[in-house]
């Protein structure tokens, strides 16, 4: 016993050498933060701002993406029949996802048949009637392998949902690094 109070220290020796690397690490940090913030590679976000907030069918946040108000958020997957790549485009406005077009290779199952299309690049292009969504539940899989772009930003969804389902939801968020 008298080796391992020699080694350890007294009750009250512990204690201060735990206050001394506490205070030793407050000190570190905040150098730390101190020199990130004045090279600008730091910024923190007091007032909550908008993200993009993926959740999977267990309730696991598996994106979190800030957006602004002009930050395109898109849907994009394989259509099943056709096998065509489908591209449902999003704004985040007020908390809502703003649907803001829908570009599409041919016409199927689903696709906006009888509504007014543009051709863009060889893709039809549909600008809906404005319609918000509190959330956008989506059943990922292997054939449409669905990816959610948020500005440039591309995240396979299907493979982070391991093909179930997810909800797609824009929530206030503080930023604290970029």
């Known amino acids: 016993m008298a080796l391992r109070s020699r080694l350890s220290g007294s009750a009250d020796g512990s204690r201060s050498v735990r206050v001394v690397l506490t205070a030793v690490t407050a000190v570190l940090v905040s150098a730390a933060v101190a020199v990130a913030?004045?090279?600008?590679?730091?910024?923190?976000?007091?007032?909550?701002?908008?993200?993009?907030v993926v959740t999977d069918d267990r309730g696991e946040e598996i994106v979190v993406s800030?957006?602004?108000?002009e930050t395109e958020i898109v849907l994009e997957y394989t259509?099943?029949?056709?096998?065509?790549?489908?591209?449902d485009v999003y704004v985040?406005?007020?908390?809502?996802?703003?649907?803001?077009?829908?570009?599409?290779?041919?016409?199927?199952?689903?696709?906006?048949?009888?509504?007014?299309?543009?051709?863009?690049?060889?893709?039809?292009?549909?600008?809906p009637p404005r319609v918000e969504y509190?959330?956008?539940?989506?059943k990922t899989g292997v054939i449409a392998d669905h990816d959610l772009i948020v500005g440039g930003n591309r995240y396979d969804i299907a493979a982070l949902a391991d093909g179930g389902a997810v909800e797609i939801t824009v929530q206030q968020r503080r930023r604290i690094f970029t």
């Open 37 to 52: 913030a004045s090279s600008g590679a730091l910024t923190a976000s007091i007032e909550p701002e908008p993200a993009i």
């Open 92 to 127: 985040a406005v007020d908390g809502q996802l703003v649907s803001v077009r829908m570009e599409f290779s041919s016409f199927g199952a689903g696709l906006p048949s009888q509504a007014t299309v543009t051709q863009r690049d060889g893709r039809y292009v549909y600008e």
């Open 66 to 69: 800030p957006v602004g108000e």
């Open 79 to 87: 259509h099943s029949v056709e096998k065509t790549l489908v591209r």
């Open 134 to 138: 509190e959330a956008l539940r989506v």
